[in-house]
């Protein structure tokens, strides 16, 4: 089993930039594959970013290609999400996931992993 522990959540102000961590513990061969999901008051879970901690290859929602990036630190089992020019539909309760190796648009699926951290808040007021 992976434990994954987020933090850096906060309130910030649109525009603004926020940087949130993963950090991975445990049986840490069985999170190849690491994304952040996130879930706004009302709404279905959505998938963010994914990052293969092998090959580095990474995958995002559409909604924010071009403003964030997914990367990992595979010595101490981390894994960051840099989230650039913040929009108010933003807000949410981000999670971290673990999943095993695959590919393509089966990675942007909720169950597709099998470990999950409990959620850390992110605030983008107007």
């Known amino acids: 089993q992976v434990q994954l522990v987020e933090s850096g959540g906060g309130l910030v102000q649109a525009g603004d930039s926020l940087r949130v961590s993963c950090a991975a513990s445990?049986?840490?061969?069985?999170?190849?594959?690491m994304a952040w999901f996130r879930q706004a008051p009302g709404k279905q879970r959505t998938f963010v970013a994914a990052i293969a901690r092998g090959d580095g290859r990474t995958y995002y929602g559409d909604s924010v290609k071009g403003r964030f990036t997914i990367s990992g630190d595979n010595a101490k089992s981390t894994i960051y999400l840099q989230m650039n020019n913040l929009k108010p539909e933003d807000t949410a309760v981000y999670s971290c996931?673990?999943?095993?190796?695959?590919?393509?648009?089966?990675?942007?699926?909720?169950?597709?992993?099998?470990?999950w951290g409990q959620g850390i808040q992110v605030t983008v007021s107007s």
């Open positions: 445990g049986r840490t061969s069985s999170s190849y594959t």
């Open positions: 996931a673990a999943g095993l190796k695959g590919i393509g648009e089966v990675l942007k699926t909720p169950r597709f992993y099998q470990s």
